[in-house]
């Protein structure tokens, strides 16, 4: 049996809270293990009342639901975090986000309630602002990749280089309007989360080999929203719905901020 | 001028790098100061990787000092990795700070801090990526001066022709003095240019700046003498000395990475300076005399420091934590006043004392209860007489039989190898004695799981120690007794499992010992090996010793000198030294007595409570020691 300290047990978390947070400009490289010990500290910071796990190595009571790719920008992460004493969500909020540096920033705090933050995700929001790309050239390459049946590409994971498609679990996939002297193209992707995990880069190597798209500078990727698909259509390129994860109104979830409205510049 | 900041340039490579946080900045606490609003500026730089470099007291300390006048800033840059530096060099971006992204070549002082000698490649790296030339005499007045500091400073005569000057001992005075002489020379129209501005810095004492000393050679290699080639120039360059470490309460906000580094805590110097008197330790001779900083100003360091930074643990530094004449009082203070916190509470390797198992007890009360780190250093009985390590192996084992006793699982032990007089057998005694720590192990914690690993690195000579005269052993049989030590310990079928045998091989050690007794002519080798290719040479992945191996048969073809005559020469009395005109407070001839009282197995006790045994430091540098008990203790924290 694994020995245990002579210490009395750590008090248990009477509250949980699901936070959002926005990860921007410099910050976004910031990696996931990096926000995590940041994240850790702020709580400590900010004097948050965490609940903690028993052992000789308590950690404070976080989970994280799947993190950005380091180097991509995001408005929509997800955490919760479990409190041994009750506090006002919104106080949390102010709290965190003044120990953390600006960049990663808390948007917003709301107490948990099942289902689990997991079983409220299940497709994200990407925008890709390709720089010295045509939208004329973004358009037929996405058209290309929507018409195949598959799109295999390689990645290169923990255990190697596996081959994924990325044609399947892409919900969506469309290029704003071009707009007057910008140089460059912006292409809006909603991808179904699966494992292993296909991120707006292997789509991007799908549209590089499917439809012969070159990205002469790396593009800049924000994750704008994560969510359930709401009434998802059959791939394509309608506009698509995703439920707001921290929402919840009577057992009801309501589609809130995170809709792919037609891009605005 | 404006000088812009160059993150532009420097975002797309970034998704490019591993690692690109370390480029970034914007860490907790980091300031960023207007560039034109302030007189002074500094570019302070770690030369390793962000990650070594970034939790640096030095250079955290001097950042805080710096930036809290208003009429200085001061920004750091640490080493880029090799994919960085083929970047930048493609796209033409030069070495940046991470604090605003300014170019290290528009500031006015490039201070680089050297704790280590194998970061001098990486300086010449970082002055070719900035555009400074790497030959001081190249430089011209629209240059940064470039100055080094740190302990390895002490001899900065193998980067001789790459640094304009080099601060000697504790540089937060000394770098605001130091302001105020660039200020007014900037404010005078800079008369007489880089020139003047050192001579002003160097008749003051302020820095040794290596250009105003010729170095004459004897035929057959040796030093004839050092001398300054032009007046009012000090003959000799003393240390700086801090004496009241409570007005210096620095880092109050350390810098709060967002990177992983290699140390996540908040380090407190609860003193500075130690007269163990050990005699291969240039730190316990540099930094004399002992310097206690007060038991409240500890406490109220820690306090402030967890606020602002929210690390979890809390480092008490020193280099001999358990000495401070309140330990006790410290550890207890701390301890009942973060009870429950989830703070811990954590001193470096402690020497061999089982009061020290008391304070580790007291400190792992609120958090991790890791393993203790000792350093008996010597094998054996006769080698630590010769270290002056005074503690037997029955003091050993009655401390380590108490730790295991207490609930501790592991205890490590860092030994050297290659120490002046060593035998085979006084390294191969330290299989004798794990195996006995074991063994009181086993029984004092009436069972089997317990752990001891055994820690050993190559012995380096260094200078203004009484070893600076031995010779370094030659790696070969460093390499040959580490692996005779390391058969010995696996071969043991009742204990060998329980110890587990860490080393490095002797030949980076070699070319640390170059560096550390090198003199000027030792600066071709460090650039040939950098412009053959070397970097980091502080990394065992990236160290490559036949590139020294052949950078100095490159250099010293045709001259009387060469590897071996640097490192496994031993030198007689008489030798001019090439840091003898760089003074450390420590009287020559009392180096020379304690070097001859070590052959002979004499011991030196410690001048906190014996009498005063005339090193020299005191008197020659107008310090005394200064130590507890203040009396006062730590007071419970009022919630606010």
New interface residues.
């Given amino acids: 049996m694994a020995r245990q300290p002579d210490t009395p047990p750590p008090p248990p978390v009477v509250q949980r809270l699901r936070i959002r947070y926005a990860k921007r400009g ?2 976004r ?3 996931h ?3 995590a ?2 994240f ?6 900010a004097a948050v009342p965490m609940a ?1 796990s028993a052992g ?3 950690h404070p009571k976080v989970s994280y639901a799947g993190a950005a790719p ?2 991509v920008a995001s408005e929509a992460e997800y955490l919760e975090i479990g409190l041994a004493e009750r506090r006002e969500p919104e106080h949390v909020r102010t709290a965190l986000d003044d ?1 953390l ?4 920033d808390i948007v917003e705090v709301v107490d948990g309630q099942p289902p689990s933050l997991a079983e409220r995700i299940e497709a994200s929001l990407w925008r890709v602002e390709l720089r010295g790309v045509t939208v004329e050239d973004t358009q037929r390459a996405v058209v290309a990749l929507l018409a195949a049946s598959e799109a295999p590409v390689t990645k290169l994971t923990k255990d190697g280089h596996r081959i994924v498609d990325a044609r399947a679990p892409l919900v969506l996939a469309r290029v704003a309007p071009e707009v007057e002297g910008a140089d460059c193209a912006i292409l809006e992707l909603v991808v179904r989360h699966e494992t292993p995990a296909v991120r707006p880069d292997d789509v991007l190597t799908a549209l590089r080999q499917v439809g012969a798209l070159s990205t002469p ?2 593009p800049f990727v924000t994750r704008l929203a994560q969510g359930l698909l709401g009434d998802a259509p059959p791939a394509g390129t309608e506009p698509i719905t995703l439920l707001d994860p921290l929402r919840d109104v009577d057992g009801q979830q309501l589609p809130p901020a995170a809709v792919s409205e037609p891009l605005a510049r | 001028m404006p000088v812009e900041s160059l993150f532009a340039a420097l975002e797309p490579l970034l998704p490019r790098v591993q690692k690109p946080i370390q480029y970034v900045g914007g860490e907790l606490n980091a300031v960023i100061k207007d560039w034109d609003a302030v007189d002074v500026r500094w570019a302070l730089m770690y030369p390793d990787a962000y990650e070594v470099g970034l939790p640096n007291q030095g250079v955290q300390i001097l950042y805080e000092v710096l930036n809290e006048r208003d009429d200085t800033l001061a920004e750091r840059t640490y080493s880029v990795w090799p994919d960085m530096e083929a970047l930048m060099r493609e796209h033409g971006l030069p070495q940046f700070t991470v604090d605003g992204h300014r170019p290290v070549g528009a500031f006015d002082v490039f201070g680089l801090s050297f704790s280590t000698e194998l970061g001098y490649t990486n300086m010449l790296t970082a002055l070719d990526l900035a555009g400074i030339p790497l030959l001081a005499r190249d430089r011209d007045d629209t240059h940064p001066i470039v100055i080094a500091g740190g302990h390895a400073a002490f001899n900065p005569e193998p980067i001789a022709d790459f640094i304009d000057a080099a601060v000697l001992g504790d540089g937060e005075e000394c770098a605001i003095r130091i302001t105020h002489a660039l200020r007014a020379w900037k404010s005078e129209g800079r008369p007489g240019g880089r020139d003047e501005l050192l001579r002003r810095l160097a008749a003051e004492g302020l820095v040794y700046v290596p250009a105003f000393f010729d170095v004459d050679y004897l035929p057959d290699g040796r030093i004839q003498r050092v001398v300054p080639n032009r007046s009012g120039i000090p003959w000799r360059v003393a240390k700086h000395t801090v004496m009241d470490l409570d007005e210096w309460p620095y880092p109050k906000r350390p810098l709060v990475p967002l990177a992983e580094t290699v140390h996540e805590r908040y380090s407190v110097e609860i003193f500075r300076g130690c007269t163990r008197g050990c005699r291969f330790c240039q730190a316990g001779m540099i930094t004399r005399p002992v310097r206690e900083r007060s038991i409240t100003t500890v406490g109220d360091m820690v306090q402030k420091g967890i606020a602002a930074t929210g690390f979890e643990e809390v480092g008490l530094l020193s280099l001999s934590s358990a000495d401070h004449s309140e330990i006790g009082e410290i550890a207890k203070g701390l301890a009942d006043r973060y009870d429950g916190e989830n703070v811990s509470l954590s001193l470096p390797s402690t020497r061999v004392d089982a009061f020290n198992i008391t304070l580790a007890n007291e400190l792992s009360r609120n958090g991790r209860r890791t393993g203790l780190t000792f350093a008996p250093e010597g094998g054996s009985e006769r080698m630590r007489k010769v270290i002056n390590k005074m503690v037997t192996e029955d003091d050993l084992i009655r401390t380590v039989s108490t730790a295991y006793g207490n609930g501790w699982r592991q205890v490590k032990l860092y030994f050297m190898c290659g120490l002046p007089t060593e035998t085979d057998d006084d390294v191969l005694q330290i299989a004798q004695m794990a195996r006995r720590v074991i063994q009181a192990g086993r029984e004092a914690a009436n069972r089997k799981d317990i752990r001891c690993t055994i820690s050993i690195g190559a012995f380096v000579p260094k200078p203004h120690t009484p070893f600076q005269w031995a010779a370094q052993l030659d790696w070969e049989t460093v390499d040959r007794r580490l692996r005779a030590l390391k058969a010995a310990v696996m071969g043991d079928k009742d204990y060998g499992r329980a110890i587990g045998i860490r080393y490095h091989d002797g030949r980076p050690s070699l070319i640390e010992g170059l560096l550390s007794r090198g003199d000027r002519r030792v600066g071709a080798v460090i650039r040939k090996v950098w412009e053959s290719g070397g970097r980091f040479d502080g990394w065992s992945e990236d160290f490559s010793f036949e590139r020294w191996e052949q950078a100095c048969a490159d250099t010293f073809a045709g001259t009387p000198v060469d590897l071996d005559w640097f490192t496994t020469r031993e030198r007689q009395q008489a030798e001019v030294l090439p840091w003898d005109h760089l003074d450390a407070g420590l009287d020559k001839d009392w180096l020379w007595a304690d070097w001859q009282e070590s052959l002979s197995g004499g011991e030196v006790e410690d001048c906190r409570w014996t009498p005063c045994y005339d090193c020299g430091v005191c008197p020659g540098m107008g310090t005394e020691t200064q130590v507890g008990p203040t009396g006062r203790a730590l007071l419970p924290l009022t919630p606010v």
Avoid: I
Wanted: charged share 30%.
């Fill in positions: 410099r910050l490289f910031t990696s293990r990096d926000f010990r940041a850790e500290r702020a709580l400590r910071r903690y000789f190595t308590p380091t180097g120990a540096p600006p960049g990663l500078v790396t």
